[in-house]
């Protein structure tokens, strides 16, 4: 038996309900904010995520899906959202239309890493991107909409850390220091860190290594020594988080497992993850649409997991659709329940979560009302000679067991009446 690929999962219909109000209830929060889907292709130049994503980090060299087309070309599934939103934007010059875009995204990602709870080789990841604005008031408010996320799935103790890891200014000299902390520890650091001290240094703060970890207990942080600007931002950014009365941790650790991010960081975390803790995550990235191509564009957004956002959130509900059978009481009559069917699907309102199933051949009455339970049907329509011949159902209810003869033409107003409870 063919099985799905290590940590590809499908998701099963008796899942897909749950992700479905998760989705729904997202789409419309990002609504209410004014932000707007975009949709970019799973496939992209490997060359977008190596200038975006940055050439040192874990993702680009160790866990893209990378292969070389027919034409000879690196493409790459993409591993993260945000580059390919940027790559869009500057392609279709979005900016022309606003001086601020705000958009958001759902869709699967791909990263080859092991396989652990809440973590994937495919994931669904949401995120938005606010582009056009440099402003710390853009980063609050792209903050408050993942606290609001938090709140209306009430996640499990749910902590919102902030960092800044400066600009170009003020990290570049922050960086030689790290680098000359680092050559004095460098034997106890793994070996993909020693690399690092030459490439890309911040990419320690991302080890996951035990000995590492102690000697990052010990680094200078960035934090401590932003530029005057890069401080100033941060400042007024913690003074809007106070005034929206959102509470935040300052943890200078967080640098963002991505090159491109300048000045603010945050994630969220949240409890019932295991060690991989974070469920959304994101902060300001104000060089990269001008590394893949377009005009200097301030921009900050975050991105979230959505099999993290399930495992964490306490109040989704195991919704499904209120499923109603038509059982034919002969096979004469099989024709005649799938017609009713398709009257009833035309005819019930398509926003209240109805699903119409005709029960054709099957082998006896008692066969069919037991696929009725096992598709849980909250009600049986009974289609036998008598109702053929008085233009009329027999609508079983599954729960009471109660059933009732009704004329064709009143069934849709009385089964919406029996769902209301009227």
């Not at 960092?163 to 993909?192: K, W």
């Amino acid at each position: 038996m063919i099985q799905s690929l290590k940590g590809m999962p499908d998701i099963l219909p008796k899942d897909i309900h749950r992700w479905h109000e998760v989705e729904s209830t997202l789409k419309n929060l990002f609504t209410l904010y004014s932000y707007e889907e975009i949709r970019t292709p799973l496939l992209e130049s490997t060359d977008l995520f190596s200038r975006s994503v940055g050439t040192g980090t874990d993702i680009v060299e160790k866990e893209m899906y990378t292969f070389v087309d027919r034409n000879g070309d690196s493409i790459s599934l993409r591993p993260e959202g945000t580059a390919s939103v940027v790559r869009a934007y500057n392609q279709h010059h979005l900016g022309h239309s606003a001086s601020l875009v705000r958009l958001y995204y759902m869709g699967p990602m791909f990263r080859h890493e092991r396989p652990q709870k809440g973590r994937y080789r495919q994931f669904f990841q949401v995120g938005i991107e606010a582009l056009g604005k440099s402003n710390s008031e853009v980063d609050a408010e792209v903050i408050n909409i993942l606290y609001d996320i938090g709140l209306h799935f009430k996640l499990e103790s749910p902590i919102l850390q902030i960092n800044s890891v400066g600009d170009y200014v003020c990290r570049t000299p922050y960086q030689n220091l790290l680098s000359q902390f680092l050559v004095t520890h460098q034997e106890a650091l793994c070996e993909t860190c020693q690399k690092r001290i030459t490439t890309n240094p911040m990419r320690v703060f991302d080890c996951k290594n035990s000995t590492c970890q102690e000697v990052i207990l010990a680094a200078p942080l960035i934090f401590d020594h932003l530029c005057k600007d890069c401080l100033s931002h941060f400042e007024i950014l913690t003074k809007q988080l106070d005034l929206l009365k959102i509470p935040y941790v300052l943890n200078k650790q967080i640098v963002r497992g991505l090159d491109y991010y300048t000045r603010t960081a945050f994630e969220m975390t949240a409890g019932g993850l295991g060690s991989q803790n974070a469920v959304g995550a994101g902060g300001r990235y104000d060089l990269l649409v001008e590394q893949c191509g377009g005009e200097p564009t301030p921009a900050v957004g975050f991105a979230l997991g959505m099999e993290r956002l399930l495992l964490s959130a306490t109040n989704i509900s195991d919704h499904k659709p209120i499923q109603i059978c038509i059982l034919p009481l002969q096979g004469e009559y099989e024709s005649k329940a799938s017609l009713l069917a398709q009257k009833l699907r035309s005819e019930l309102p398509k926003d209240r979560q109805i699903s119409i199933a005709s029960l054709v051949g099957t082998k006896s009455i008692k066969a069919g009302m037991r696929q009725a339970n096992k598709m849980s049907a909250r009600y049986v329509i009974l289609l036998g000679e008598n109702e053929v011949k008085n233009k009329s159902a027999t609508l079983k209810n599954m729960t009471t067991h109660g059933q009732q003869e009704i004329e064709q033409t009143k069934l849709v107003s009385f089964i919406l009446g029996e769902i209301d409870g009227k």
